[in-house]
């Protein structure tokens, strides 16, 4: 069995064959909190069209929303673990339940060196092979993730999923996208630079608009369509960060309590956000109103599971905030923070800028 030093966006493989990845920094001894993201057809079917996943016999579904959670939690108590701070279980894996790891970054290696007649293939390499013209990063910066890193991907559908390792590799990456994307003849653009990236898409979220999602999601940077000529084709490419290794801290404490307060919208600016872009996504906080939910008077942070509020919002920003009110109490210091995550009201969660000072308008 490989390495079992494993950070965001690393998969994990159990006897079930069942694919998990790697979520967040912060875990309990002798496992790894995940999230469930692919499953062999043998287990479980998915009735969502998007789902199905092959590379010749072998097939999968992925999970979405909370189809992972549902179904882990149902079939498979074994990989849930108990998460100490909160006083229940999460779902996971411990480490002798793995059996093998794939690592996003030595993935991206390979493939990038690997001689192929494959088209998507051909498109990563020139896409690196341009991008690394301009950057002064190298591919050791950069990993993969989603189907590739799985090898089930499918050569003329498939996205470009990507990350980007550390912070300041990310801010180098934003600028030189940000410029490539206002050249004229640049194979990259913007992928959400208009409403059209949008349209026919199913729009769940009850207190964040697809309208303010376009605005928030264009100014990311991150996400971009690269056109590969030899293809004729116009891949969907993100950039999704995490952390180097030397970034990386274990924050678990099992002397700490976290304690479910209620719901809570607020409006509130943002004092610090060297943490928004990765999972989770967390944002200190000034906290102006309390405009439902208790009235906690020492509100520090929120805090984001969802992958539709990473890099929401930047320092000095105004922001809207509804979600979980939770109590932190540890050792040293006790505070709230307003938690966005799976489960009950979902949809009713919403973490978007009000004022911001990047931009005027929406």
Known sequence: MTSLRLRDRDAIITDTKMIFRVYGYSHPPGAYICDPEYTPVNIYRSKDPRAYRAKGNQ??????????????QQKYPQHMIWYKPLQRSLIGVKKEQVIETRHANKTLQSLLKKKSTDILLQALQTLFSQLLQRLSLSTSDFGVFGSLLHNFYHPKFSDLDLIIYGREELNRLTETLN?????????????????????????KFQN??????????????????????????????????????????????PDARIEQRGWI????????????QFMPSIYQVEPLEVLEGEHAHNIRRVVSYVEEFRLQAQKDELILVEGKLEQVDSPKQT??????????????QALKVIVSNTEAGR
Not at 208 to 222: A, D, I, M
Not at 335 to 348: K, N, V
């Open 59 to 72: 097939v999968y579904y992925k999970f979405y929303t909370d189809e992972g959670l549902c179904f882990v």
């Open 179 to 203: 410029t490539l994307y206002k050249e004229h003849d640049s194979p990259l653009r913007n992928e959400f630079e208009s409403a059209k990236s949008v349209e026919g898409k199913h729009w």
């Open 208 to 253: 964040y608009s697809l309208r303010e999602y376009v605005w928030h999601q264009r100014r990311k940077q991150v996400y971009a369509l690269f056109h590969h000529k030899k293809s004729g084709r116009t891949i969907k490419t993100e950039f999704e960060p995490v952390k180097r290794w030397e970034e990386i801290q274990n924050e678990y404490d």
């Open 265 to 276: 919208k607020l409006l509130a600016r943002v004092t610090d956000d060297n943490d928004a």
């Open 335 to 348: 505070y709230h923070q307003a938690t966005l995550t799976y489960g009950a009201r979902y949809y009713e």
